[in-house]
């Protein structure tokens, strides 16, 4: 692997397992189509400052219920070339980027595995611009948004079934390319 592919694609494992005092989760965020229930998923591992390795999956409900669930290190596992992590039971399908087109303010994607597509249209983002970590320093920029509109279509692939559709407004849209890879 070159060395900077996780430098290009932070959504793999940075493996930090040889740090103590370290965390890295992802944040997979949920809401329905009325907009009216929403559910955010976060699996990841930490490295405590005594030494203690853990993998975890925390769950939250917008009623601010939440769930935690303590695993061992082992029950982690990550692909060092594609975006794949699973922690426990918690299953993500190496599913590849299928296709990307972007603009201010807007971003359209489909990711597919072998059995799906999900298609993403991300639009009306009007950001403003946080300050974010670079090596632990708050010296990067990231656009962030609040009130994007965000549609969605699940397709079965082998049939070209539509499983599901649906469209949240209000969405919470973060761009980010610091590198200028997705530019046009």
Known sequence: MHPLTKVWHPALYQDGRTRRGYFEGWYFKATDTSGARTLAIIPGVSIEPAGRRHAFVQVMRDDGLTHWFDLPWEEFSSATNHFDIRVGGATYTGARLAS????AGAVEFALEDSRLRIEVAASGAVPGILRS??????VGQVEESLNGMVRVRLIERASGREVFSGEGRGSGIELMDPARDLST
Do not use: D, N
């Open 100 to 103: 990307l087109s972007h603009s």
């Open 133 to 138: 970590p670079v090596l632990g320093r708050m």
